[in-house]
């Protein structure tokens, strides 16, 4: 790491040539108007097919972004630790191929970046959108909250977000005390190493204006329960066992039980997610089976009629 670049913005990909050419373009058009020079761009390629490199083109002429590909695909959670290792900012932002920026994003992030002390995490809130809808775009950001030494706080706030590549800026230097070999490969090492890298670190950041903009039902190709059951699970036991940190763990599980599970297990059942959910109430049965919480809150999700479901996710949106 050098001292030169403050921010690295990371961007695996795969086969997404055209969602790239729309996140690149927001991302180059944002960095120029910033009128940073300590600000990179690195495009992570895992052995790509279609028209990847020949997208990259277009943006060669900007002397912040660079290009690399693997001569064979790595897999994607080999990749994003490759994004890490190569990124030479202070800070680095892994970014989702297919999410974008606003065009006074990376001006504000420097100038949050910017500050004497150093933070672990700088946590993002996104504004979602889809293929049939276009973000607007964000004409202020004013709502900023520093995190120092309160790490419970900060992880209740970002809780599953931090599963989420695009929404963490993290402190590069903090990589440096955790073994990133070490973590499983299971889709979750991003969610091993914010919620580590929160816990060595005492002030977090979260910035509640949505200063990004992340594309929906655009990544259905896996089995909830096991992905966020199974595997989320294990992470955290792994960052139990590394850290001590069960206060921290128990705090994540606790809103998984109560929110996180009920709304996405019923989303999934009325159609509005494209994941599937193999062998849900076993696969979660087995890690939650005595948690009161487990059976009050996501066993109910399973079985209440689809409609009232719906309802019971807008209720809880309101009072958690």
Not at 90 to 118: C, E, M, N, R, S
Request: with cysteine.
């Amino acid at each position: 790491m050098t001292n030169e670049i403050l921010l690295s913005i990371a961007i695996p990909t795969y086969n997404r040539a055209k969602f790239l050419d729309i996140s690149l373009n927001s991302l180059c058009k944002s960095v120029r108007k910033s009128g940073r020079n300590d600000v990179e761009i690195l495009i992570l390629d895992n052995a790509s097919t279609d028209e990847t490199r020949d997208v990259v083109k277009k943006y060669a002429k900007h002397k912040f972004l660079k290009y690399i590909k693997n001569d064979e695909n790595i897999g994607a959670d080999n990749n994003f630790k490759k994004a890490i290792s190569l990124s030479r900012g202070k800070y680095v932002w892994i970014f989702g191929d297919d999410d974008l920026v606003f065009d006074d994003t990376i001006l504000y992030l420097a100038q949050i970046l910017d500050a004497p002390t150093a933070f672990g995490i700088v946590h993002l809130k996104a504004q979602n959108f889809t293929d049939e809808t276009s973000p607007a775009e964000f004409q202020e950001f004013k709502n900023f909250k520093i995190y120092d030494g309160a790490k419970a706080e900060f992880i209740q706030e970002a809780h599953t977000n931090l599963t989420f590549i695009t929404s963490n800026i993290v402190n590069k230097s903090l990589f440096d005390k955790i073994d990133l070999n070490t973590i499983a490969n299971n889709n979750l090492g991003q969610l091993y190493w914010n919620i580590a890298c929160a816990i060595l670190s005492d002030k977090q950041a979260v910035v509640f204006d949505k200063i990004y903009a992340a594309r929906q039902f655009n990544s259905g190709n896996y089995n909830f329960s096991k992905v966020f059951g199974i595997n989320l699970n294990d992470t955290l036991s792994l960052i139990e066992k590394n850290y001590d940190a069960k206060f921290i763990t128990e705090i994540f599980r606790k809103r998984l039980l109560i929110y996180y599970y009920p709304a996405n297990i019923i989303r999934i059942r009325n159609g509005l997610s494209a994941v599937r959910n193999e062998n849900c109430f076993r696969n979660l049965y087995e890690i939650y089976k005595k948690y009161p919480l487990f059976w009050i809150f996501t066993v109910s999700a399973m079985w209440i009629p689809k409609k009232l479901g719906l309802l019971m996710i807008k209720f809880m949106q309101k009072t958690i």
